[in-house]
């Protein structure tokens, strides 16, 4: 039974995405359907068939990645939405990209412009990427205190930036950087006894330093964006507090692509708000193993597939 009093709904971001994603929803659910059509619309392009259909190198693109992840949680909202009616949970949280979605979800950030701005975001993390090619890596079994020892050792080593891009939960730090200091900082971490170095398939180094330029010229996609202030609070990735007004959200999102997302302290301030129930709206599970990591008496949904949503009503 949906119970919107103790209920937090969470949008993943890059890595979750897969080819067919949110097909089964989409032919289930017209309003789900509604969605993808408005944003192939919006695009100019078949965002759509890319998500159904593939080519895996097209969806996995970042440029497509971001909008098709945004499209696809908005979608899962909305066939939910059309089962149980208007939906106003305890708070909401997004994972880097998927913050967008879960501003979209609060009533802060309209779809169209949401899109819009997810895909000038991926564009410029391109661009950041191809200037300024970086990397990330994995620690698994690290504790973050660990991780950020390992990266001012290898920062110290190359006279390069490396840092946490993202602190998933405990035992899942990544490390973000140029493409030196992560080998260093894997060496690092291998010396070390870190159980587990995994380098992922990224060319792109995500909240790093080296994103910098991108989020400068962000910033103005980000100031002609028309901006609310949320129904429900969302936790904000850097600062793991709740964004209430337009000025929060444009800080936030403003240094969001150099800064560590903070996903272990973001889903503990949420048990504090009586968060109990964590619904995940995207195509996988990322975030609700995450969940597991975190505090093992929360419960977590994924909602990715249309079975699933179903289950709620």
């Known amino acids: 039974m949906f119970d919107p009093k103790s209920a937090v ?39 759509s068939q890319v998500c159904f259909d593939g080519p895996a190198e097209a969806l996995d693109e970042t440029s497509t990645t971001q909008p098709a992840l945004y499209v696809a949680g908005v979608a899962t909202l909305r066939a939910l939405e059309s089962l149980l009616g208007p939906l ?29 701005l997810v895909q000038e975001r991926g564009r410029l993390m391109r661009e950041a990427g191809e200037r300024n090619p970086g990397a990330m890596a994995a620690l698994l079994g690290a504790d973050i205190d660990a991780a950020r020892a390992i990266c001012e050792q290898a920062a110290a080593d190359t006279g390069l930036p490396v840092v946490i891009g993202n602190d998933n939960c405990p035992g899942q730090v990544v490390l973000s950087g ?17 159980k587990r170095v995994v380098r992922l398939a990224v060319s792109v180094a995500s909240h790093s ?21 949320p129904r429900v609070p969302v936790i904000g990735n850097t600062s ?29 301030l949420l048990r504090t708000m009586g968060g109990q129930t964590f619904y995940e709206m995207g ?23 249309a079975d699933s949503v179903a289950a709620l009503a």
């Open 88 to 116: 106003q949970p305890v708070a909401c949280a997004g994972h880097s990209l998927g913050e967008f979605t879960a501003l979209t979800a609060a009533g802060a950030l309209p779809f169209e412009d949401g899109l819009r």
């Open 178 to 194: 140029a493409t030196v200091a992560i080998d260093r900082a894997m060496d690092v971490a291998r010396e070390r006894g870190v």
């Open 209 to 229: 330093p080296l994103m910098a330029e991108a989020a400068e010229r962000f910033r103005a996609a980000l100031d002609a964006t028309p901006f609310q202030a």
């Open 9 to 47: 709904f969470q949008f993943p971001g890059q890595g979750s995405q897969h080819v067919g994603m949110a097909a089964d929803l989409v032919a289930r659910f017209p309003a789900a359907a509604q969605v993808f059509s408005e944003a192939d619309r919006i695009l100019g392009r078949p965002l």
């Open 240 to 268: 793991a507090e709740p964004l209430n007004t337009v000025d929060d959200i444009k800080a936030e999102l403003s240094v969001q692509l150099t800064r560590t997302v903070r996903w272990t302290e973001s889903v503990r």
């Open 283 to 305: 195509p996988k599970d990322v975030l609700t193993n995450f969940l597991k990591r975190i505090d093992r008496e929360v419960e977590g949904v994924a909602l990715n597939n």
